[in-house]
């Protein structure tokens, strides 16, 4: 029986839990204030709530349709699916009623200072950014934080703030289209802003919540200390400039926003590319710190082909075992990333959790292995440790030695593994 993953973290998460719930309730609660509430307090509810209504079925389709899209950008190590909905619902509940509550004030407040125009600015321009990046900023944080073994490096960053942002843009759009069906009940205006917010820019709030997802992803890669605080920082900056040029655009001259528009689809463009190359490296780095698995008699080359594929889960759910197969790749996967924590952790110094994975990961692909054979009705190879070949019988089967940052032979000066460390026991 594999070994339990060692959980130090649990009080911790606990803890994220509570915070969660207590935000994810307020946000809540504001919702209702603006969504069921101030309808009633209009000379028309019955209209209000038609409008909600239309809003609502423009929205959420395409909230369901745009979620698969980063799901299947991110093949090499797919985050679980209930912590991608925690964040999507942050950002659709606790991040959007909290913000809606802030800037409805700051619009308040500026209207009494300046009027209706200074209003309109100071709140699409200066209290949206702000707060609207700091909220979906947190869902991004708490897990980097509370949920730490879900949260490997600047990929996984991007697709939690990703989710988050497409959450808090589906709930922001029920508001935007229900506004323009009341604005033009002949309906010009809902299908112009649906072409721009849906269709055109939809990927507005997650390209500037992915800038907060890089920075805290770079604080999780980094073994430098001002590093780690000042990413997440800066990635926040980035979030709120983005977003007040686009505000601003919108804002102060319809023309300029039309121009910006092309500019703004390649950027979005350039981003996706640059996400791509990110989760290949991110494979490549899976596929570097599992070479020697296959030596140590962990994994065979056939399972170690399948797990570093861009489609291993797909592949082993038809055809290697099914939701045992798919586990499999899932444990494989986590031990690369487990081990290349632990080779990082060990350069800078410092302790991660990940380290003391390793063994029972091992451990738990052997179980799986035989659960995969179970579903599938039949024995499954075996792996084999290598053996060093006597000198004269067969010096040309020598084997390539393991191959990944920070390995030296023998495990001498620092290197991974641990001098002494003998594989899997």
């Not at 038809?318 to 499999?328: E, K, N």
Request: net charge positive.
């Amino acid at each position: 029986m594999a070994l339990p993953r060692p959980d130090p973290e649990k009080g911790r998460r606990l803890v994220g839990a509570i915070i969660y719930s207590v935000l994810m309730f307020g946000g809540f609660v504001a919702l209702i204030f603006f969504f069921l509430v101030m309808p009633l307090m209009s000379d028309d509810p019955g209209g209000e709530y038609l409008s909600m209504g239309i809003g609502a079925l423009c929205a959420l389709p395409m909230l369901f349709l745009y979620v698969w899209i980063p799901r299947l950008i991110d093949r090499y190590d797919p985050e679980p699916w209930w912590a991608l909905a925690l964040v999507l619902a942050w950002g659709a509940i606790a991040a959007c009623g909290v913000a809606c509550t802030i800037n409805t004030g700051v619009e308040v407040g500026a209207t009494e200072i300046g009027g209706k125009d200074f209003a309109e600015v100071a709140g699409a321009c200066i209290s949206a950014p702000i707060v609207e990046e700091g909220m979906k900023g947190l869902a991004v944080l708490g897990v980097f934080y509370f949920l730490r073994r879900e949260f490997d490096g600047v990929v996984d960053g991007v697709i939690y703030a990703t989710f988050a942002a497409l959450g808090f843009a589906a709930t922001e759009n029920i508001i935007y289209y229900a506004n323009a069906v009341k604005a033009d009940p002949a309906g010009g205006a809902l299908a112009m802003t649906f072409l721009v917010r849906g269709i055109l820019a939809p990927w507005g709030h997650p390209l500037y919540t992915s800038m907060t997802g890089i920075g805290f992803g770079i604080a999780r890669e980094t073994n430098r200390t001002w590093l780690k605080w000042m990413a997440p920082l800066g990635g926040y900056c980035c979030a709120m400039f983005l977003h007040c040029v686009w505000n601003t655009a919108s804002t102060i001259s319809g023309f300029l926003f039309v121009l910006m528009l092309p500019l703004w689809i390649l950027f979005v463009l350039a981003f996706n590319g640059i996400l791509i190359w990110l989760v290949v490296r991110k494979g490549r780095i899976i596929r570097a710190h599992l070479q020697d698995e296959v030596l140590l008699g962990t994994i065979t080359r056939e399972e170690f082909n399948l797990v570093t594929s861009p489609f291993g889960g797909l592949r082993a759910t038809f055809g290697w075992g099914g939701s045992a197969g798919r586990r499999f790749v899932k444990a494989a996967t986590r031990l690369g990333l487990s081990k290349w924590h632990a080779g990082r952790a060990m350069r800078g110094n410092t302790k991660t959790v990940s380290a003391d994975w390793i063994l029972p990961l091992r451990q738990e692909l052997g179980e799986l292995r035989m659960a995969v054979a179970r579903s599938m009705g039949r024995a499954v190879p075996m792996p084999q440790a290598w053996a060093a070949v006597p000198q004269g019988q067969q010096r040309a089967a020598q084997q390539p030695q393991p191959q990944y940052p920070g390995y030296r032979q023998g495990g001498g000066g620092g290197g991974y593994p641990p001098q002494g460390w003998g594989g899997p026991r």
